[in-house]
């Protein structure tokens, strides 16, 4: 590494060496003298040789954020380039940890996730308001990648706000009481469960109705006509988070809407949607258009309204207009006693009578010894497309379908003809819900059980017998191994079924793998997890194969703040066959679990690269292998289960500005082809004739 290290430079005293918002084109190691560190024209530190800075900037891509002089008696240096030290970051992990610990230590790199999350965990009583300012204030401080327009108040983000909006309660411009609590309440819940248990969507007695989230799985619901709405949180962590920071985003946004709007003066904004609404109780797509071109708005900001709220926009507008949002949301300690059933408990149960139904047990039986059980976490839906026959079936009737409705997935590219009936597959089942019907029950006939009730933990479950699965219409390329299996098989004498679980969210992972370890114990073969992760190299739709999980503790407030790194270990899992099922570019590393898809940004992402060598960015892999390796250590799961750690790539969050954060939707074949890859290597390496696990 010498031969990248540059001459000696001298500096007389007070002599600038680098100045704030200089690009980062050095890193500098100090070798006689001292150098002093300002920020503006205050003193916060000097350094005495030897010592390096000027690194912080190269690693986190920023401009030089200090000012830095030759102390009193000079200074002597020598400089790094940009990528000779990067190189050396990369190829010598001693000196990479040595700078990241420097970095999180001395420079405090993570202040100001430290902030926001005190803002919304520092409670101190059972209930407590959030303080709604202040966390919009830490927020901004933030910066989050996907949230470009956090402070440019002249320009709306609607990426980001239409981001946020998909995963708020759909009253989020109606209703401004909010409380958040993790079991249902006690004055309400006979009524709430009562409500769940018939899937009513209204209770006309209490005035309660169901508020749904287009894209999270909360249950929440409306109180009075628009009085308060009680959101369920899956976890108190990165639930809370994740909830809380889309309220940010919200709130930022409809205020530069509403500012914006209430500045107009002739005709102002109520003269022009007075006009529109009046007498409307359906907002066409012409009354849309042309009462939006009346506001002041650009034509890009029309069109990111109008997909955010397709239907009723210009009511939405209207709300934002009326209530300034004065949001008042309460959150419930998780500390506070709460008798109550956990959604896990009732979840794990039913989990459980469906087990014994499936092998035609009683509930009060015990479990087989000789049960064998591969768990994957996916989704619902690649695992039983692949297994299920109806995508082969319905062919004809898929592809017609999408030559006349969806005539440009035809010009994508697909990996295999299968990936594009299963892309069809819900636009057909959306357009005749009938079809839904005779899916499940063949679905049902051959192997594939569905359980669709998920006792409000928002996971779905399939029970899957690979010896009844109808080999002839199966997937293409999994129909092989099928086959293989098959013709292996003893009637009778294999006890072996596969639990698919909808993907968790955040540490709600660490809950269900124990109730699921707590069930299954010894008899569980491997656990599978198949998720989506935010790229940090590559491009969308590519896969990730991670080699260890690291759980970011960068918003932890107090205690231990050391990041936790777990190996994967993967059995089984070749890069290059996943290359082979999808045709896409496979990164093999760390992937780093953070707290929240928003609690994120540049300068952290580019550390975590960096330092650690990160390839990818998720949410749940630490809190799914942390519970793995604490139920080994109790003895409750074999030391040689079998676990496998892979992600395709939905997003790019250091590529934000180029339009590929999770903001921007993905092409169909950008998603459906890595993650029927990865389903297709799981399956194949799941289609083996088990053996009885021994405890010896």
Request: net charge positive.
């Amino acid at each position: 590494y010498q031969r990248r290290v540059h001459g000696h430079v001298k500096y007389s005293p007070g002599q600038t060496i680098l100045l704030h918002g200089q690009e980062a084109d050095f890193a500098f190691l100090l070798i006689v003298g001292t150098v002093v560190v300002f920020e503006g024209n205050k003193k916060i530190g000097h350094l005495e040789a030897p010592a390096y800075f000027g690194d912080l900037a190269i690693i986190t891509k920023q401009t030089q954020p200090f000012l830095y002089k030759a102390g009193s008696n000079g200074a002597v240096t020598m400089q790094i380039g940009k990528q000779d030290f990067l190189r050396i970051l990369h190829e010598c992990i001693p000196f990479a940890q040595s700078i990241g610990r420097k970095l999180r230590e001395k420079e405090d790199l993570f202040l100001h996730f430290r902030e926001f999350c005190t803002v919304i965990f520092d409670n101190t009583v059972d209930q407590a308001l959030t303080n709604v300012p202040r966390m919009l204030e830490s927020f901004k401080r933030l910066k989050p990648a996907i949230h470009g327009g956090c402070n440019q108040p002249s320009v709306l983000d609607t990426d980001a706000w239409g981001y946020a909006v998909a995963r708020l309660p759909s009253n989020i411009t109606s209703c401004l009481v909010y409380e958040l609590p993790q079991i249902l309440p006690n004055f309400a819940g006979a009524t709430l469960r009562e409500m769940i248990q018939q899937k009513k969507e209204f209770d006309e007695l209490w005035n309660i109705r169901v508020i749904k989230h287009k894209d999270r799985r909360r249950p929440a619901w409306e109180f009075g006509l628009s009085g308060k709405t009680i959101v369920l949180m899956r976890d108190p962590y990165t639930d809370l988070i994740d909830i809380l920071t889309c309220f940010c985003i919200h709130i930022i946004e409809a205020k530069k809407l509403r500012r914006r709007l209430q500045a107009m003066t002739t005709p102002s904004v109520i003269q022009v949607l007075t006009e529109a609404l009046n007498g409307k109780s359906v907002e066409s797509d012409e009354l849309q258009k042309s009462t939006l071109s009346r506001l002041d708005l650009t034509e890009r900001e029309q069109l990111g309204i109008r997909k955010i709220w397709p239907k009723d926009c210009l009511k939405r507008i209207q709300n934002i207009i009326m209530h300034k949002e004065d949001y008042s949301i309460r959150v419930y300690n998780s500390r506070a006693r709460n008798f109550g059933q956990a959604p896990n408990h009732a979840w794990i149960m039913n989990l459980r009578r469906e087990v014994m139904e499936f092998f035609g047990l009683f509930m009060a039986d015990p479990l087989p010894d000789d049960l064998v059980v591969d768990i994957i976490s996916s989704n619902t839906h690649s695992v039983r497309n692949c297994l299920q026959p109806f995508p082969r079936i319905a062919k004809r009737d898929l592809l017609d379908f999408g030559r006349k409705r969806f005539p440009n997935y035809f010009s994508e590219s697909w990996k295999t003809e299968d990936d594009l009936l299963y892309a069809l597959l819900p636009k057909y089942l959306a357009e005749f819900p009938e079809k839904a019907k005779e899916l499940h029950e063949l679905a049902k006939k051959y192997g594939v059980r569905d359980i669709e009730e998920t006792h409000l933990t928002g996971l779905k479950v399939n029970l899957i017998d690979l010896y009844e699965i109808d080999v002839n219409n199966a997937d293409s390329i999994l129909a092989p191994s099928l086959k293989a299996l098959r013709a292996q098989q003893t009637k009778g004498k294999h006890k072996h079924i596969i639990v698919n679980i909808d993907y968790a969210f955040g540490a709600q992972a660490d809950g269900i793998t124990r109730a699921l370890i707590l069930l299954f114990g010894w008899r569980i073969r491997s656990i599978n997890i198949l998720g989506k992760a935010g790229g940090l190299q590559g491009n969308r739709g590519d896969i990730q194969v991670s080699t260890h999980v690291l759980l970011s503790k960068s918003g932890n407030t107090a205690g231990d703040v050391l990041d936790e790194l777990r190996d994967c270990r993967n059995h089984g899992i070749d890069p290059n066959r996943l290359r082979e099922l999808s045709g896409r570019n496979v990164h093999v590393g760390p992937v780093l679990t953070i707290a929240g898809t928003l609690l994120q940004n540049e300068q952290l992402l580019c550390y975590y690269q960096n330092i650690w060598g990160c390839v990818g960015v998720e949410m749940e892999g630490s809190f799914y292998l942390r519970q793995i390796e604490e139920s080994k250590s109790c003895g409750l799961l074999n030391p040689d289960v079998q676990l496998r750690f892979v992600y395709y790539t939905s997003d790019l969050p250091l590529r934000a500005k180029d339009g590929a954060s999770l903001a921007s939707g993905m092409a169909p074949s950008e998603g459906i082809t890595p993650l029927y890859a990865i389903t297709r290597c799981f399956i194949e390496l799941l289609a083996v004739l088990p053996q009885p696990i021994s405890r010896t």
